[in-house]
Structure formats: C-alpha cells, structure tokens
T-cell receptor, first 106, second 116 residues
C-alpha cells in the first residue's frame, strides 16, 4: 500500500516565525489533503491539493505529484496554529502520515 | 459548506455493552462514508469504507462482527461497537465524501469512547 512520511515529527517555534512541513508519498495519488487537528481532536480541512499550489491566508501548500511530495507553509505563526498537522493521500481511501506536532510559543 | 456531525461526542460504557455512533453529512449527500480510529498520540487508521445501500468494506484486521456499520441513507452512517471491551476505548472519527468527481473527505468532530 501507499507509504506516507511526514517531517519533521516535532517543530517548536516562536510566534511570528515561518515553517515548512513536508509530506512524501510512495505512489501516484488522486487525493492529497492537509489537516490541522485541534486540541479537541477535530480535523480541520486545510487544503485539498492533489497537485499544484494553493494559498489561504497565512497558509499555502504545494504538491509536486511527479516527485511525490507536498509542502505546507505557515507564515507569521500564531499560538493558535499549535497542534498536529496531518497529510493524507490516496484515492477513494486515505492513508494518513504520522503527523507533525507544531508548538508555537508566545 | 461540507459539514459533518457526529453524535455522541463522548461516551462511557460498561464492558460488554454496545455503543452506537452516528455520523451525518449536514449539507451534502455522501455517497461514501469512512470510519477511522485514533489512539492517543497516534495517527488515524481507516477501519472501514461504506457506500450507501451496500455492505461496508473493512480494512484488514478489523472485525466486522464487532464493528457494525450501516449506511442507510446518503446523509447517515452508524458505527456500532458490539460487546465493547476496555481495549476498544479510542477516538472514533467519521468522514464523508460527496463523490462528485472529487475524492475530498470531510471529517466529523470525533467520538471519544471509554469502556470501563
């Protein structure tokens, strides 16, 4: 099955810093989604991005499908950005990476 | 748009009892719904895929007789944990996909099950 690797596993930053989260996957996919899991467990959809580049406010994402990776950029981090960020890939079924735990300190 | 609800948000039950969790797509029709399980500090693992009106497809290692899934309508899927045991305690999350040419999934808020 598809393998999904996220890096780094943990990231600690000061408020205002920028960050880049990476997702590598082992096979071609029709679906790639980025999520933020908040402290209550809710998965917040950030991007549906099987290919290309998208931006939403301080967040942007790029997927290079031919090279099987995706990047999530967070600029001007805020404490509310803290949490776990998951990349999930597949087609109808999604395989989740292990996540990146982001901590933004004031 | 694309809101998915789950009920209950948390439940505590005694060992040996059954628990039903509901997953509803509130503003779209979901041709496919998915059930995931998440243990503390771990990632989400897909348990099963259900299509409206047909039997669910379970992932390897998931007991279909223990985790009963019903997808009776295009907006409702239920997961019943039968004869629950403490090792079934977990965070259960559903998702729904409109399936209109896009594979995007929308996730519910999750149900925290504790079996005592």
């Amino acid at each position: 099955g598809i393998q999904v690797e996220q890096s780094p596993p943990d990231l600690i930053l000061q408020e205002g810093a920028n960050s880049t989260l990476r997702c590598n996957f082992s096979d071609s996919v029709n679906n790639l989604q980025w999520f933020h899991q908040n402290p209550w467990g809710q998965l917040i959809n950030l991007f549906y991005i099987p290919s290309g580049t998208k931006q939403n406010g301080r967040l942007s994402a790029t997927t290079v499908a031919t090279e099987r990776y995706s990047l999530l950029y967070i600029s001007s981090s805020q404490t509310t950005d803290s949490g776990v960020y998951f990349c999930a890939v597949g087609a109808q079924k999604l395989v989740f990476g292990q996540g990146t735990r982001l901590t933004i300190n004031p | 748009g694309a809101v998915v609800s789950q009920h209950p948000s948390r439940v505590i039950c005694k060992s040996g009892t059954s628990v039903k969790i509901e997953c509803r797509s509130l503003d779209f029709q979901a041709t496919t719904m998915f059930w995931y399980r998440q243990f503390p500090k771990q990632s989400l693992m897909l348990m099963a895929t259900s299509n409206e009106g047909s039997k669910a497809t379970y992932e390897q290692g998931v007991e279909k007789d223990k985790f009963l899934i019903n997808h009776a309508s295009l907006t409702l899927s239920t997961l019943t944990v039968t004869s629950a045991h403490p090792e079934d305690s977990s965070f259960y999350i559903c998702s729904a996909s409109p399936g209109t040419g896009r594979f995007e999934q929308y996730f519910g808020p999750g149900t925290r099950l504790t079996v005592t």
